[in-house]
């Protein structure tokens, strides 16, 4: 039975600039670290982290939500791939990233829980606290 996940953190910055930094192939890179083609259009695929994941846009609503189907390359052949989620709400000091991840094969759901810790949630405070201290 596929699983799902779901993580939230805050960030020292506008839901806007987060929006536009994940849908950006420059951007995504340096706030994870890892390499991303991404595009920022309805439909348009992207890549991430030199390869490792890609996916298509399916909903995107500015600074607000993206959808995506989304694999990675631990995902056998047949599986159809998951859904993932990425919800922007402006909070006091910045803005609540929610990733709510779902289909992801049976057994997984641990494993790319801290996958989004470490190598997304981790690498963007950093990026983004660097952002602001720019400003």
Do not use: C
């Not at 990233?97 to 997304?120: C, M, N, Q, R």
């Amino acid at each position: 039975m596929p699983e799902q996940i779901r993580l939230s953190a805050t960030f020292p910055v506008s839901s806007k600039k987060i929006y536009t930094a994940w849908l950006s192939s420059k951007e995504h890179s340096a706030m994870t670290g890892g390499g991303a083609k991404v595009s920022a259009k309805i439909g348009g695929k992207f890549i991430a982290w030199d390869g490792y994941i890609d996916g298509k846009n399916l909903e995107l609503i500015p600074n607000k939500r993206i959808l995506q189907s989304w694999r990675s390359t631990e995902f056998s052949k047949n599986h159809p791939g998951s859904l993932l989620l990425i919800k922007f709400e402006e909070v006091k000091g910045g803005t609540k990233v929610t990733l709510i991840h779902s289909e992801i094969p049976d057994g997984t759901g641990a494993a790319y829980k801290k996958g989004w810790k470490d190598f997304y949630y981790e690498p963007m405070k950093t990026y983004f606290a660097k952002e602001k201290s720019d400003k």
